[in-house]
C-alpha cells in the first residue's frame, strides 16, 4: 500500500509540473521570445495625410516548433499572415508571409543576437513592382525597432523604420 501511495504521489507531482511549465519554444526560435504578444506602431507620415496604424501579434504555434504572426494596418486596410520555422534541410530560419493584397513572400532569417534577427524576402506578385525586402528588427526596452527596405522596379528604397509598442489592441480584418 505504501508503494502504490508513493507510485500516485509522484505522478501527481509530475502532472503538476507538467501543467505549471511553460510552454517552450524550439532552441532555433528563442530570439522570437521577448516578440511573443500583441504589438502596434503608428507610422510616421506626411502632414494632412490620414494616420496609419500597424497591429500585430506574435504567437508560439505548432507545440513550438513555429511563430505565428498575423497584423493588419488601418483595422483590416492591409494585412497578412506569416509563419516562421527552422528548416533542418536548409539549416535556417525561414518563413511564408501572405497578404490581403494578393502576393506572398518567402524568405530566410538570420539570427544577429539574442534579440535582433534580419529578414530577406522574395516577394510574389507585388502590384506595385517590389520583389525583395530586408529587414532588420531588435528588440529593445520592452519595445522593437523594424528598419525595412524594398527592392522596388530595380532599386532599393531608404530604409524605413517603425517602433512598436505594447498594445490592447486587436489585429482586425475587412
Known amino acids: 500500500m505504501a508503494h502504490l501511495k508513493s507510485l500516485l504521489l509522484s505522478m501527481c507531482l509530475c502532472t503538476f509540473s507538467v501543467l505549471s511549465a511553460e510552454p517552450q519554444l524550439s532552441e532555433h526560435l528563442q530570439v522570437f521570445k521577448p516578440y511573443l504578444g500583441t504589438w502596434q506602431a503608428d507610422f510616421d507620415v506626411a502632414q494632412g495625410k490620414p494616420a496609419v496604424q500597424d497591429v500585430s501579434t506574435w504567437q508560439r504555434a505548432l507545440n513550438g516548433m513555429a511563430i505565428k504572426t498575423i497584423h493588419s494596418i488601418?483595422?483590416?486596410?492591409?494585412?497578412?499572415?506569416?509563419?516562421?520555422?527552422?528548416?533542418?534541410?536548409?539549416?535556417?530560419?525561414?518563413?511564408?508571409?501572405?497578404?490581403?493584397?494578393?502576393?506572398?513572400?518567402?524568405?530566410?532569417?538570420?539570427?544577429?543576437?539574442?534579440?535582433?534577427?534580419?529578414?530577406?524576402?522574395?516577394?510574389?506578385?507585388?502590384?506595385?513592382?517590389i520583389t525583395k525586402v530586408k529587414s532588420t528588427s531588435e528588440y529593445k526596452d520592452n519595445s522593437f525597432i523594424v528598419s525595412t527596405s524594398y527592392l522596388k522596379k530595380g532599386q532599393w528604397t531608404k530604409p524605413e523604420k517603425r517602433i512598436y509598442t505594447r498594445s490592447n489592441k486587436e489585429v482586425k480584418f475587412k
Open 74 to 129: 488601418n483595422e483590416g486596410e492591409y494585412g497578412g499572415e506569416s509563419m516562421i520555422f527552422w528548416d533542418n534541410n536548409k539549416q535556417s530560419l525561414v518563413f511564408y508571409y501572405f497578404t490581403t493584397a494578393g502576393f506572398y513572400t518567402k524568405g530566410t532569417m538570420n539570427v544577429l543576437s539574442p534579440t535582433q534577427f534580419v529578414a530577406y524576402e522574395n516577394v510574389t506578385g507585388s502590384q506595385e513592382g
